[in-house]
């Protein structure tokens, strides 16, 4: 590789919210956080564990940015290609949140700083908690890594499907879904995911519940973000993400009964 080559940055422009995020080389530069010493912490510790499916924590560069391994594969930014919306895709994903959960388990850090956000239900893990189809990388089709661990916390492993499935299964107003979503049956989907993670017949009666009150928390710590933060949290406020919240909580109270056979 040239030395041209090698210095090279090219924008990475999948996500929404972090400015700056470059690919140089097979390394990612990401602008730093108060977080970042405690993410790649949970990132080592994933190395050691053996789980493959996030990058590798590579120190931080000479501008001060985080050095991240770059992961081969396509983020399902949207418009979601077909791939990323079958069964098998969702399957998946429910299997690598398993093995991310299981392997973060033991995952015990003193004096760690992490993203504020919401939480329900007791800590157990910490969480990805941000698991959209952008910060998820495919490939042929398949998901292999979670990227993006900016918003990871201490929560419930509950949170983080109840999160994963908002987007996944997806729990949204059909106004609101990515085109090929639009006529995919949820509570299926629901089921589908719950027993490739293998959860609990308990959890399941609390993902709904779960649910519901996360939206409301997340319209507030939307809010608030682009309030004091500004920056992509304000654009994305600006972009009506509180409106598709509201919208997507009163498609959930209009379904849930529905929804609650598929978990029973
Ligand atoms: N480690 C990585 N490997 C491969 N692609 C990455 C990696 N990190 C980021 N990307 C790409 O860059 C995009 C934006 O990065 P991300 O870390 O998700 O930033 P944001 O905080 O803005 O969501 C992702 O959607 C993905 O396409
Ligand atoms: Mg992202």
């Known amino acids: 590789m040239s030395i041209w080559t090698e210095a090279a940055e090219i ?33 080592r510790h994933l190395e050691a564990a053996g789980f493959d499916g996030a990058p590798r924590a ?10 991240l391994s770059y992961i081969e594969g396509e983020a399902a930014v949207r418009p979601l290609p077909a791939y990323a919306v079958t069964d098998a895709a969702l399957v998946a994903l429910a299997r690598l949140l398993r093995d991310y959960h299981d392997a973060v388990a033991d995952f015990r850090p003193v004096g760690a700083i992490w993203e504020d ?59 609101d879904r990515d085109p090929l979503q639009r006529t995919v049956k949820v509570g299926p989907r629901l089921r589908l995911f719950c027993d490739a993670y293998g959860l609990s017949p308990a959890d399941r009666l609390r993902l709904l519940p779960m649910a519901r ?31 598709r919240i509201r919208r997507a909580a009163a498609w959930l109270d209009a379904n849930e009964d529905l929804l609650h056979e598929h978990l029973i």
């Not at 939307?222 to 972009?239: D, I, Q, S």
């Open 11 to 43: 924008p990475l422009t999948g996500g929404d919210v972090t400015d700056g995020v470059v690919r140089v080389g097979r390394t990612v530069r990401r602008p730093t956080r108060p977080s970042t010493p405690s993410v790649h912490a949970l990132l």
């Open 58 to 67: 590579l120190g931080i560069d000479e501008s001060g940015r985080e050095i």
């Open 117 to 175: 956000g919401s939480n329900c239900g007791p800590v157990e893990v910490i969480g990805h908690c941000d698991i959209t189809p952008e910060n998820v990388i495919f490939r042929s089709g398949v998901p292999v890594a979670f990227i993006d661990f900016d918003l990871a916390r201490p929560t419930s492993r509950l949170f983080d499907i109840v999160t994963t499935l908002r987007h996944w299964a997806p729990i949204a107003d059909p106004l």
């Open 213 to 243: 009150t996360r939206f409301d928390q997340s319209y507030l710590s939307t809010r608030h973000k682009a309030e004091t933060l500004g920056g992509g949290w304000a654009t994305l406020w600006a972009n009506g993400v509180g409106q």
